[in-house]
C-alpha cells in the first residue's frame, strides 16, 4: 500500500510540477503560404500544435496534430525552429512548446471541430500578426526574422 501511494504521488509530483511538452507547427504549402487555426477557445488565429502524447515521439505527435487541427498531411520536416519555454506563453498551463517547420500537402479541413473554427492558409504578406493565441506571435516573428530561438 505505501509502495502504491509514493508511486502515485510521484506521477501527480511529476504532472502537476513540471511543465508538459508539445510541439508548434508552421505549415507550409507548396505554394509557400503558411497556414493557421482559428480557435474555438480563443477565437483568435494561431499555429497548429498541441501535447505530445505518452510514447509518442516530436514527428509523429506533429503529423498527429497537423492532421487533427488542419486535415493535412506532413509531408517533410524542414526544420526545427525553436523551443518556447515561458511559464507565460500558455495562458492555461506551463508549457514548452518545440517548434517546426514543416512541408503539407492536403485539403484544408479541420477534423478536430471543437478546438477549431477556421482553418486558411496566408501569404507571408498577409499573416495577421500582432493578436495571435499564446506566444505564436513571437514564434512566428522570429520564424520570419529566419531566428532560431530557445526561450
Known amino acids: 500500500m505505501r509502495r502504491s ?3 502515485i504521488s510521484t506521477v501527480l509530483g511529476i504532472i502537476f510540477r513540471h511543465p508538459v511538452t508539445g510541439t508548434t507547427i508552421i505549415p507550409i504549402l507548396p505554394d509557400g503560404r503558411i497556414v493557421l487555426i482559428k480557435r474555438s ?8 500544435g498541441g501535447i ?10 506533429a503529423d498527429r496534430e497537423l492532421k487533427e487541427e488542419t486535415g493535412l498531411k506532413l509531408t517533410k520536416i524542414r526544420q526545427l525552429r525553436g523551443v518556447y519555454s515561458d511559464p507565460e506563453r500558455d ?8 517548434l517546426l517547420e514543416v512541408e503539407a500537402q492536403g485539403e484544408l479541413k479541420a477534423a478536430d471541430k471543437l478546438e477549431v473554427l477556421q482553418v486558411k492558409a496566408f501569404s507571408k504578406d498577409e499573416l495577421p500578426l500582432g493578436d495571435l493565441s499564446h506566444d505564436h506571435d513571437r514564434q ?4 520570419l526574422n529566419d531566428a532560431v530561438t530557445i526561450a
Open 140 to 143: 512566428l516573428q522570429d520564424y
Open 41 to 48: 477557445d480563443s477565437g483568435k488565429w494561431g499555429l497548429p
Open 91 to 98: 495562458p492555461r498551463i506551463h508549457s514548452i512548446s518545440i
Open 52 to 61: 505530445i502524447d505518452w510514447g509518442e515521439d516530436i514527428p509523429h505527435a
Open 5 to 7: 501511494w509514493q508511486f
